[in-house]
C-alpha cells in the first residue's frame, strides 16, 4: 500500500520533470509517466477510500481524491496538452497530495456509501472542483502568457493562440458551474433523503452558493458582456478560493483545528 503511493508520486514528479522548459523527454516517454501516475493514484484512491466501513472522506483522502480528478481533468480536456505549463503547477501537487494518506491517517467514515444518490452527490461536486482547480491553473498560466505578449516576448509557436485558449477556459468554466449548480439542487432538494436531515446553512454551504453566485456572474459576464483577461481571472480565482473554503476548508478546521 505505501509503495502504491511512493510509485504515484514519483511518477507524478517524473511527468512534471518532463514538462518543465528545456528538460523535454520524448512524448511518449512523459505520456507514459502521467499514465502510470494516474493509474496508480487511482488504486491508492479506491484502496484508501472504499473501506468495509464507508467511504473514507477525511481530509487528507479528499485531497488526494481531488487531486487526481484535477490532473484527470487536465489530461482529458486537453489542457496539459494544450498548456504543458500547468502540469508544473498541478502535477507536483498532485504527488504531495497522495502521500498525505500516508502522513495523516483517518477514521473519518462518511455513513451514506451504499446510498447510490449520496455518492453521486459527492462525487459530482468533487468533479465540480476538478474542473474549476483546472480553469484556476489555466487562467494563470494564461495571464503569464499575456504579460510576455505585452512585452513583446515571442509567442510559442507550439501554444495555441491567447482567443483558442481563452474559448477552452471558459468551455472547463461552463461545465464546472453545470456540475456545482446540480451538486447544490440535489443538496438542497433532496438532503434529507441523501444525508438524513434537512438542509442547513452551514458555513460549508454558505461557501459553496457564494461560490455558484460568483461563477455565475462570470458567466454572465463572459457572454453578456465579454469579460476577458484580469477580470476574468479575478473572478475565477475567487470563485475557486469560495469553493475550497466550502469543502477542503471546512474539513481543515473540523479535523485538524477542532479535532473532530
Not at 433523503?193 to 453566485?213: D, E, I, M, Y
Amino acid at each position: 500500500m505505501i509503495l502504491l503511493h511512493l510509485a504515484a508520486a514519483a511518477c507524478y514528479i517524473g511527468a512534471a520533470w518532463a514538462t518543465w522548459p528545456g528538460r523535454v523527454l520524448p512524448l511518449a516517454a512523459s505520456g507514459t509517466l502521467l499514465a502510470a501516475a494516474l493509474l496508480l493514484h487511482v488504486a491508492s484512491v479506491v484502496a484508501g477510500v472504499a473501506t468495509p466501513q464507508g467511504f473514507d472522506l477525511s481530509l487528507t483522502h479528499a485531497l488526494s481524491v481531488v487531486a487526481a480528478l484535477t490532473v484527470l481533468v487536465a489530461v482529458a480536456t486537453g489542457a496539459l496538452h494544450k498548456l504543458p505549463t500547468i502540469g508544473i503547477v498541478v502535477l507536483p501537487v498532485a504527488a504531495v497530495s497522495v502521500l498525505l494518506p500516508l502522513a495523516a491517517p483517518s477514521t473519518h467514515r462518511f455513513p451514506y456509501a451504499g446510498e447510490p444518490w449520496a455518492t453521486a452527490h459527492i462525487a459530482v461536486a468533487l468533479l465540480a472542483y476538478a474542473f474549476f482547480i483546472v480553469a484556476a491553473a489555466q487562467a494563470l498560466v494564461m495571464t503569464g502568457l499575456e504579460k510576455r505578449l505585452h512585452r513583446g516576448l515571442a509567442e510559442d509557436a507550439e501554444i495555441p493562440p491567447l482567443l483558442t485558449l481563452e474559448r477552452a477556459l471558459f468551455r472547463l468554466i461552463a461545465v464546472g458551474f453545470v456540475l456545482l449548480s446540480l451538486a447544490l439542487a440535489s443538496g438542497l432538494l433532496f438532503s434529507e433523503q441523501l444525508f438524513g436531515r434537512a438542509f442547513q446553512f452551514t458555513h460549508k454551504n454558505v461557501f459553496a452558493v457564494a461560490s455558484w453566485v460568483v461563477f455565475g456572474a462570470l458567466v454572465v459576464g463572459r457572454w453578456g458582456y465579454g469579460w476577458r483577461g484580469r477580470q476574468a481571472l479575478r473572478w475565477i480565482l475567487a470563485g475557486t478560493a469560495l469553493l475550497l473554503l466550502a469543502y477542503l476548508g471546512s474539513k481543515f478546521v473540523l479535523e485538524v483545528i477542532l479535532g473532530r
